[in-house]
């Protein structure tokens, strides 16, 4: 099924712009309870390196992450507006319902992307500030066309989502060293159970605007949970790589050691009973929990053990 264009034709219950933008729907667009997520993994990633720049450098990452993940949730849903129009918990989005005209939300999104690149150039580094553009532009012109094409776009998906914390990793000098290329492979194997249990939660809403997931064509769901239990299992593992990489204290062993079997018991149970009432919402909040704790405890060895 091929996708709509982002050109098509304006939305058909869409007003006329007689009326100017909210800004309730500026901030919307952001999707900043997801973008929080980028800056706090951004920092922590920041932060892991140990780096000596302080409090102030930290917040110059953050804000160059926010700007840029800003831009980048805002030219996902100005390309996917009219798939969203039809999708019951994204019709009224600012361009779903028409309360926005989309050319100013493509400026918008552009603005606040390079803005946000701009900042970690001369905040931080030029390293980092590219990591940053990269992130924005295979979330918005890979992974959001892929989508509507195929499965495997979860995966693809998972890259530009797995950069914050190497982007806060390299604005701290961290370099080429495993560590932060660990913090990478983390995010991106999280990122994979995490969305699962989305996507079979929202299975519906995701076929009625065309998205083509597995959760989509999977009607009994086991595939879905067992590809979920897979690369929650996958991620357990990487978990434990900073250990043999630079070696922490007994506080970052236990706090992992916790975590793996917290994350695995909803992940087993999603597997067990797909259909089951609040199965994939367990496993959808645990990764919830999961990556703010594993990282904070990663960024506090550096410091604190």
Known sequence: M????????????????????????FIEL?????????????????YAAGPAGGVGAALVVG????????????????????????????????????????????????????????VLYWGTNAIASFLAFATVALYVLVYTPMKRRTPWALEVGAIPGALPPLIGWMAAGGGMSGLGWILFAYLFVWQIPHFLAISWMCRSDYAAGGFKMLAVSDASGQQVARKALVWTILMVGVTFLPLFAMGFGWAWISATILLALYILRPAYRFWKDPAAPRAANRLFAATLVHLPIYLSFLAADRFLF
Not at 16 to 22: K, Q, T, Y
Not at 75 to 87: F, G, P
Request: glycine share 6%; proline share 7%; hydrophobic share 45%.
């Open 63 to 118: 804000l160059g992450c926010a700007l840029a993940a800003f831009g980048a949730a805002t030219l996902n849903q100005w390309w996917e507006r009219e798939a969203d129009s039809r999708m019951a918990r994204t019709a009224d989005r600012p361009l779903a319902n028409g309360r926005m005209d989309p050319r100013v939300a493509l400026v918008y999104g552009l603005l606040l992307s390079l803005a946000g690149v701009a």
């Open 2 to 25: 091929s996708f709509s264009s982002p050109n098509s034709t304006p939305l058909t219950h869409a007003h006329d712009w007689a009326e100017p933008p909210r800004l309730r729907d």
């Open 30 to 46: 952001t999707k900043p309870r997801l973008s929080l997520m980028s800056v706090v993994s951004a920092i922590l990633g920041y």
